[in-house]
């Protein structure tokens, strides 16, 4: 079946600093990838996504390649906020194995920047 | 721009009690999607409907039940509420057309006492 494997957390950055959430997946169609956001205390929210391979999702200064030869899609962002901080989940969905697109999750990376 | 509204934000309830959650999507989206997600953990997928149907079926209870009105709105209901049944509910939107982007409420946090 379809799974999302993200790099388990907390990560800990100083303002400033480039991040890397790592995410890869596996799928036995051509999914969408997604990556959504959560600040503490509030709703999902989504950041960035792509649609195919080679696409870039770009959105407030993150961005995410999908990566078919690799099954990858890691967040990057050059230069982290305080405000950045919160939970960011990276997902899959892929009507070929999951009917209605239904989205199969990472299980989420806390980031936590300092100033 | 309208996104999805959920109600009521917070919600209290006792064990063995009913709790009914609400959820408008974002207008002209057809399908509404479900997901529970406890804390520190990824969202489950409960449910989800398509045109007032039900579309798909995750981990959702069978003490829990939801429909999808005329109007699209969607309503989760919840009896015999178990302690474990704490949790954020999110409902999610989509458009047919794109039903691979899908759109969150803020979700509606369930306390069982």
């Known amino acids: 079946g379809n799974s999302v494997t993200q790099m388990e957390g907390p990560v800990t950055l100083s303002e400033e600093a480039f991040l890397t959430i790592n995410c890869t997946y596996t799928a036995t169609g051509y999914p969408s990838l997604f990556w959504y956001v959560q600040y503490p205390g509030e709703g999902l929210q989504l950041l960035l996504k792509?649609?195919?391979a080679d696409d870039k999702g770009s959105n407030k200064g993150f961005e995410a390649t999908y990566r078919k030869e690799t099954t990858s899609f890691h967040l990057e962002k050059g230069s982290v906020q305080v405000s950045d901080s919160a939970v960011y989940f990276c997902?899959?969905?892929?009507?070929?194995?999951?009917?209605?697109?239904?989205?199969?999750w990472g299980a989420g990376t806390k980031l936590i920047i300092k100033p | 721009a309208a996104g999805v509204i959920q109600s009521p934000r917070h919600l209290i309830k006792e064990k063995r009690e009913t709790a009914t959650l609400k959820c408008y999507p974002i207008?002209?989206?057809?399908?509404v999607y479900w997901y529970q997600q406890g804390p520190g953990q990824d969202p489950q997928f409960l449910i989800s409907f398509y045109e007032k149907m039900q579309s798909d079926k995750g981990s959702i209870p069978d003490r829990f039940s939801a429909q999808q009105f005329s109007d699209y709105h969607s309503e989760l209901n919840m009896s015999s509420l178990e302690l474990g049944d704490s949790a954020l509910y999110f409902c999610?939107?989509?458009?047919?057309?794109?039903?691979?982007?899908?759109?969150f409420g803020p979700g509606t946090r369930l306390t069982v006492l």
């Open positions: 207008p002209r989206h057809d399908t």
């Open positions: 792509a649609t195919k």
């Open positions: 999610a939107s989509s458009l047919a057309e794109s039903t691979d982007t899908q759109y």
């Open positions: 997902a899959l969905s892929d009507p070929v194995e999951d009917s209605n697109y239904q989205l199969i």
